[in-house]
């Protein structure tokens, strides 16, 4: 039996999900260095399903002009999010993954195959929403950028502390709103202090645009 | 490769997973044999994390007296959920399950084990934050509840939709703040009469309490 936690899961389920995992690190090292020869910034984009990784993904694409913005992001169904996102200037390429719940690499590196990558700075990989399953799945990003919405509680980063723990850096969204969910900002660092002290923290409204100048400023300062 | 969607999963990964499943289905079974002898309702609730899961089923707990109501809850961490539902009245076990993005069926069979059924009319399963993984897994349940928060946005049923084809019944929370958001209502019925046209739908404010008479009112009726 799994020897992690009390999941129960047995010895062969964990050792093929070794293998799997294995697999996906090779690829993601092959995407990595395909990103670093195009001079791109790549952030993995991770959050739970409606915190507004696609409206804060839309504003990174209009506020990083003149240079076009690539995007590529994961959804079960639907191209809804590709649509938005070239609407608001992105090179999007929507990826579908049916009933998989978080992207891999392989499939990250087969839809950057259908971008062109030419004067483009920033390439944003938007995650299947889910505060689980992408956490161990390297894409052959540079950042991750972990999104917490003001209306999931102030608690989240004790309940999923795994994807937390990876992240570069943190932006708290929807802040707009902050007041009429009752959110406390201080509980909320201090759960962040705890789980994921090596992220810096941005407040932000995709909605508004508060707070965005800040974490664009910082983001401009990540490229290598 | 997977012949369901493009999302690349080898064969041998796609097999395992559907004996994975079997295995879990007998151990659903010997649940709902176990449920039924005891002469309860059981919900398998299920949402994104954030969505107020906890809060509903405080509610629950306290209006659903003088019968006391079991919850199993599982989260990757923490025993927070349970202590708070304890405080509610509850009688609550909770399953932490590490790194696994969903509960199963034999850890619902396990933790029941702890609980004591008599007096008790109805079991709340509170799953894993999280709209795909927990799709597929049985856990023995009458009746799975879906819930969607206003703050997620209305096209989460067309987004996630194996879980919402699953759903016995739909809860829209936080329509307290729904006018602060800016939530569509007429459009989130559309999506979810396209998706999940089998479930009633019953809006509610876990905060508030608004709309939790009609709930109460529909589970009461949904004991064999």
């Not at 389920?13 to 260095?33: G, I, K, S």
């Not at 809804?80 to 929507?94: H, K, M, S």
Request: net charge negative.
């Amino acid at each position: 039996m799994c020897s992690h936690c009390s999941c129960g899961q047995p010895t062969r389920t964990v050792q093929l999900r070794h293998n799997l995992l294995a697999t996906n690190d090779a690829a993601a090292e092959r995407n990595r260095e395909r990103f670093a020869a195009a001079g791109l910034l790549v952030l993995n984009v991770l959050s739970a399903p409606g915190s507004g990784k696609t409206a804060l993904l839309e504003q990174l694409a209009r506020q990083w002009r003149p240079a076009p913005v690539g995007v590529i992001v994961g959804d079960l169904a639907t191209d809804n999010d590709a649509i938005r996102l070239r609407a608001a200037g992105a090179r999007a390429v929507q990826i579908q993954t049916g009933d998989l719940c978080h992207l891999e690499a392989a499939m990250v590196g087969r839809a950057f195959d259908q971008l062109e990558p030419q004067g483009m700075e920033l390439l944003l990989i938007e995650n299947v929403g889910n505060l689980v399953c992408p956490t161990a799945f390297d894409l052959g990003e540079q950042l991750r950028l972990v999104l917490l919405s003001v209306t999931e509680g102030e608690d989240k980063p004790l309940k999923y502390p795994a994807l937390f723990k990876s992240a570069d850096v943190v932006v708290i969204n929807k802040v707009d709103i902050a007041e009429a969910v009752g959110f406390d900002h201080a509980a909320a660092h201090a759960n962040l202090a705890g789980v994921a002290p090596q992220a810096p923290i941005f407040e932000v409204s995709a909605r508004s645009g508060v707070g965005l100048d800040a974490l664009m400023h910082w983001l401009s300062h990540q490229r290598q």
